[in-house]
């Protein structure tokens, strides 16, 4: 089979501005970025805003393993089904951050004959949303560092700043540093500091929450960067410098429309990590698919643990609407490795081993089950799996009550999607009752709690003694009825990557807590859980190149 690369560029795609026609949006609208890409201003999507809402679809998928579980190329594959079972359809999707693309991913867009086009330039610079992130956080992170040295009339402890640096790039180098050396005249004030990846930075969760400039505004000047000598927070409004990170994100909160390699429009809006912030692409770009298609479908961030917990608990409750249908996507070769199979070991990749991982399946969709929307099981067929296998997983699926089917949609495209689409428009027709896992009135405490004991299946909830001051501060501070956000590895249901399947009798530790006041929600740190990732041994950055006629290679 030929390359993701190959595939994409041999691609008969429409013009964007042909296919934004078709959507009611003139071209003359559009704010183009070649060819093959635009971005939508708010000011013409509010044209469709008296519109009926489409049928909402969520992608999710079981707990992530090196046997991959195809989770974007199965949403991309179902929104190119729905379009061939004859339904209007319009995806809404996360920007990749260069970071993980250079470092194990390679890409991010989907693949083989479901992906979304330009792939090239979706993967890498884009329409610039990232870099005008980055820009705006370090703009405040300078100003905030600048006001200490220059009289710190707010009276700003310098070992207490909270905003670190933030770069698009995978450096376990900058998790920790030393600032502000070489004298206050020259380097400031020294204290300890550290750098994030631009998509954990609280503005690229901002940005992907935000419905309009006003709500963009708003949400900037609540963000807090640090606390005073006696313990107030300081916010970006009292460094007055909100104006100008408005003026950096004036173009990034348009959202941006491309397309399937079929031609179903998609937009690809907002970053932000799912094992760090909430894992969704913007609230823009999702009520805009609902708008204008009949059947809008969304992606949540890794597990459903991770980004389906938090688009049902944070992004549902800040937007206002919920989804008509979830879909997990399992691997049979996933299920394996959750059984204890070793990727490494052929031998070891038995049905025997698949069957022993159907715990991890099992609870993602008690799990979501508790939502009170209905649950459709993808099973991803790589080429290697047997029809012993896939008639395994759907038996099993049976056994549950819950609908399931084969997809085929990387070497069929939209083809071998039509089965998923059909199953997903027959659960929507069966209704939804949804409700969020907890309400707002319950404390920091309770909210971990509720989340650790019936989503992660925690037996206990453990508070290091630094998170039990931070969680005392915010509530005193009136924090205490933001929803939580989570950060842990998305490598197991639990706080410890190596436990794999759906362990329990476990202990959670919330080893720190801080707030995200302008995205509106408590971010609690558990277990390992770093904001800034590090490469592997050989990451991804070692295969890609551009070649001497300027084609790229090795980007997937």
């Known amino acids: 089979m030929k390359s993701d690369l190959d595939i994409s560029r041999e691609a008969k795609v429409r013009p964007i501005a042909e296919l934004a026609e078709g959507m009611g949006i003139p071209s003359c609208e559009l704010i183009p970025y070649g060819r093959d890409m635009a971005k939508i201003p708010l000011d013409v999507l509010k044209r469709f805003s008296d519109k009926e809402d489409g049928k909402l679809i969520l992608v999710t998928a079981i707990t992530a393993t090196p046997a991959g579980e195809g989770k974007t190329v199965t949403t991309i594959g179902l929104i190119q089904g729905l379009s061939r079972i004859g339904k209007k359809v319009v995806g809404a999707l996360r920007e990749p951050s260069i970071g993980p693309i250079f470092g194990i991913k390679g890409g991010a867009t989907g693949g083989g004959f479901s992906q979304i086009y330009p792939m090239w330039d979706i993967n890498l610079h884009f329409t610039g949303d990232i870099h005008a992130v980055g820009s705006a956080h370090n703009l405040l992170s300078a100003v905030t560092e600048n006001h200490i040295a220059k009289g710190n009339e707010l009276c700003i402890d310098p070992t207490k700043i909270t905003l670190r640096k933030a770069i698009d790039m995978n450096c376990r180098e900058l998790r920790n540093t030393v600032v502000g050396l070489g004298g206050k005249s ?30 963009l505004r708003e949400r900037l000047e609540r963000i807090v960067v640090g606390y005073t000598y006696d313990g107030r927070a ?33 937009f690809v809006h907002g970053f932000p990590f799912a094992n760090i912030a909430h894992g969704s692409n913007s609230i823009v770009a999702t009520r805009a698919a609902m708008k204008l298609g009949d059947y809008a479908v969304t992606e949540a961030g890794f597990a459903a643990d991770l980004g389906a917990e938090k688009f049902m608990d944070i992004v549902c409750r800040q937007a206002g609407f919920s989804p008509d249908c979830t879909v997990i996507v399992v691997s049979a070769r996933a299920l394996m490795m959750h059984g204890d199979a070793d990727i490494g070991d052929e031998g070891t990749m038995t049905i025997e081993a698949m069957k022993k991982g159907y715990p991890n399946l099992d609870k993602h969709i008690s799990n979501l089950g508790l939502y ?41 495209g939209g083809r071998g999607g039509m089965e998923l689409a059909q199953k997903v428009v027959e659960a929507i027709g069966k209704g939804k009752d949804f409700r969020p896992l907890y309400g707002n009135e319950l404390t920091i405490k309770q909210k971990i709690e509720r989340i650790g004991y019936e989503i ?28 939580v956000c989570i950060a842990k590895t998305q490598a197991s249901i639990s706080d410890n990557p190596s436990r794999k399947g759906a362990p329990t009798g476990w202990k959670l530790t919330v080893r720190d807590v801080y707030v995200s006041a302008g995205a509106g929600f408590i971010v609690p740190i558990c277990g390992q859980m770093t904001l800034m990732p590090g490469l592997p041994k050989n990451p991804a950055a070692e295969r890609i190149d551009l070649d001497a006629e300027g084609v790229i290679r090795g980007l997937r």
């Not at 970006?236 to 909100?242: I, P, T």
């Open 456 to 483: 992660y299946g925690a037996s206990m909830v453990n508070y290091l003694p630094a998170a039990e001051k931070v969680i005392s501060s915010l509530e005193a501070a009136g924090y205490g009825g933001l929803p």
């Open 372 to 412: 009170g929307v209905p649950v459709v099981v993808a099973i991803n067929r790589f080429p290697s799996d047997t029809d012993e296998e896939i008639a395994e997983i759907r038996a099993h699926c049976d056994s549950l009550g819950v609908p399931s089917a084969e997809s085929t949609v990387f070497t069929e």
């Open 186 to 215: 020259i380097g400031g004030v020294p204290h300890e500091s550290g750098f994030l990846i631009t998509s954990a930075s609280e503005i690229s969760a901002i940005l992907a929450l935000s419905s309009d400039r006003e709500d």
């Open 234 to 266: 300081v916010t970006a409004k009292e460094l007055n410098c909100v104006g100008a990170m408005m003026v950096l994100l004036k173009d990034a909160i348009n959202p941006n429309l491309v397309q399937t390699l079929e031609g179903q429009p998609v």
